[in-house]
């Protein structure tokens, strides 16, 4: 089953019967020359390379972006990029040194052959034509590296916006992924001056003393400690010769931040004081070069799950997971407009913007099982509606697949669910295990209202709740709705779905009983939902001690109102 994240057979089989073809792609790929802005050699190969494999619907967009897209019909979409572009120029000798499987060869990593994996992974999808809940785009873009300024994934976002709901660029290595961006802002500023001569004009201002002057101040910005955020002069230029006093100078500046608050306080910092240093006498122009925005809000829920999804099936390709950076990369465009996105590299290498770049084509055919075993399961964590409310459960797979779940949840609760006869059990002296104890629970919960998170139709987590709700224990809150049993199969834990389950509930009872208190009880060693109930605002209201056995506390909760704040 997915659940497990292991690599199926039939990724393993298409792999082993390309390696062969992906291989050569990569040496063909990474011979031919491409710099950012002069893509032109790398789109046509790009492009003839589809058509060989039989996608005829292959094209170029107006900037050059190579495009296929998988059931273009489908309203929602998924999409994936590589950038056809390197750090080096057209003039760049390009030849690879091949010392057993270890490549060598300028750009060979970052990023031809994450654009092989991007290729080959389209193919299979063409291939196969696997079943998906939305239709998937596969770009080979423009303009990543230096002042491209994301020109190539730019222009699809603007183009795919309202359909899409997630992205993944492949980049950069196996060891890593990157759910985080970081946003960079980049100028060419310049001051001008009257200049003269060193000695005969002595005390006129000089424009490279001036920038100086400047490179200082900015170099005492106070940056957010709560942020990391950066600045940088990269290139400094200008003046005439050693007895002139210049006239002009410029110099490359940037900051750099995962936080687009602190970057925008950056810009601001920028503009005041090159503001503050104009007269008559220096000139300063700030001219924009660069912007990569940071992430703004995205849901969190599919943030984690993508971020799973990527981490768990890259780990089956090879053993290994890749632990999550950050990193400016494609992912900034969708990060910065709310679209949920994610960078991962497929093989082993380094070297990454020097001419010993080097690859471990080893790692070709784990990687390419991990590429389009995810192309084929990201979309389940971005496109797929989740979340069913019902009062009471009727249908027989639902309850089987509840049923299910708290077999599989049984021993995480304190008592077991099998020693129990309802969500409202409260005499824990004597519990012991039912032959049936699991069945009596499911037929208590059924008849309550449910909040259910699927994943391709099948139930992988549920919320139960009762509405007017009276206990001893609660007798300062009564008619309250009663929260009795939250269940998260163990694969889809840590992603954010309890919170979901949560907001859901509470969303169904203002609905259903607007103005009713929100009530539950846990027990005191259950740290991670204490955690976020006190994250969701959620007030302890009693404690019951050694309740459920020495050192185990019973606890009631109730959600707090306004002036309970």
């Not at 990543?144 to 730019?154: A, S, W």
């Amino acid at each position: 089953m997915r659940k497990k994240w292991e690599i199926e057979d039939e990724y393993r089989k298409f792999c082993r019967n390309n390696k062969e073809l992906a291989l050569q792609t990569l040496r063909e790929l990474t011979l031919t020359p491409t710099e950012t802005g002069k893509e032109e050699q790398r789109i046509a190969y790009c492009v003839e390379w589809m058509k060989r494999q039989g996608m005829e619907s292959v094209h170029t967009d107006e900037l050059g972006n190579v495009i296929w897209e998988y059931r273009p019909e489908q309203e929602k979409k998924v999409l994936y990029t590589a950038h056809l572009d390197t750090v080096f120029s057209l003039e760049e000798p390009l030849e690879i040194k091949e010392d057993g499987m270890i490549w060598r060869c300028p750009g060979i990593t970052d990023d031809t052959v994450n654009v092989v994996m991007l290729l080959m992974a389209a193919k299979y999808v063409h291939e196969t034509e696997p079943e998906l809940p939305c239709g998937l785009i596969f770009a080979a873009d423009l303009g990543e590296e230096g002042l491209g300024n994301l020109c190539g994934v730019r222009a699809l976002v603007d183009h795919y916006e309202e359909n899409l709901c997630g992205m993944a660029a492949f980049d950069l290595y196996r060891d890593k992924m990157y759910p985080i961006c970081i946003g960079s802002v980049r100028y060419r500023i310049s001051a001008k001056t009257k200049g003269g001569h060193s000695f005969l004009n002595f005390g006129r201002k000089n424009a490279i003393a001036e920038l100086a002057g400047l490179i200082g101040e900015l170099y005492r910005f106070q940056t957010d400690a709560a942020s990391h955020t950066t600045y940088n002069v990269g290139k400094i230029e200008g003046g005439t010769s050693v007895n002139t006093i210049a006239q002009d100078a410029s110099m490359l500046f940037e900051f750099r931040s995962e936080d687009y608050r602190s970057l925008e306080a950056c810009e601001t910092y920028l503009e005041e004081t090159i503001a503050a240093r104009q007269s008559e006498e220096v000139q300063y122009s700030c001219e924009l070069v660069g912007k990569r925005p940071c992430a703004r809000e995205t849901d969190p829920v599919q943030m984690a799950r993508m971020t799973r999804c990527a981490q768990k099936t890259l780990k089956a390709a090879d053993g290994e997971e890749p632990v999550c950076s950050e990193a400016s990369t494609d992912c900034n465009i969708p990060l910065s407009r709310h679209i949920p996105a994610i960078c991962v590299g497929f093989c082993r290498g380094g070297g990454a913007h020097t001419r010993e770049e080097w690859l471990d084509a080893a790692s070709v055919e784990d990687g390419m099982c991990a590429a389009a075993a995810l192309v084929c399961r990201l979309p389940w964590m971005c496109c797929e509606s989740r979340i069913v409310v019902r009062d009471g459960i009727e249908d027989q797979k639902e309850r089987e697949e509840i049923r299910q779940l708290l077999e599989l949840c049984d021993q995480d609760f304190v008592p077991p669910l099998s020693h129990r006869n309802s969500t409202s059990q409260t005499n824990w002296a004597e519990t012991e295990e039912k032959t049936d104890g699991i069945a009596e629970y499911l037929e208590n919960i059924c008849s309550q209202h449910v909040v259910l998170w699927k994943e391709e139709g099948v139930v992988r987590a549920f919320m139960t709740w009762k509405d007017h709700f009276n206990c001893e224990n609660l007798e300062a809150y009564p008619d309250s709705c009663y929260l009795t049993t939250l269940c998260v199969w163990p694969d889809y834990r840590g992603q954010g779905i309890s919170e979901v389950m949560y907001a859901e509930a509470e969303k169904d009872i203002a609905a259903k009983f607007p103005g009713s208190r929100i009530t539950l009880r846990t027990w005191s060693t259950n740290g991670a939902q204490e955690h976020i109930l006190d994250k969701l605002g959620y007030g302890l209201v009693r404690r019951l001690k050694d309740d459920r056995g020495e050192g185990i506390d019973t606890v009631y909760f109730v959600k707090k109102e306004e002036n309970d704040r």
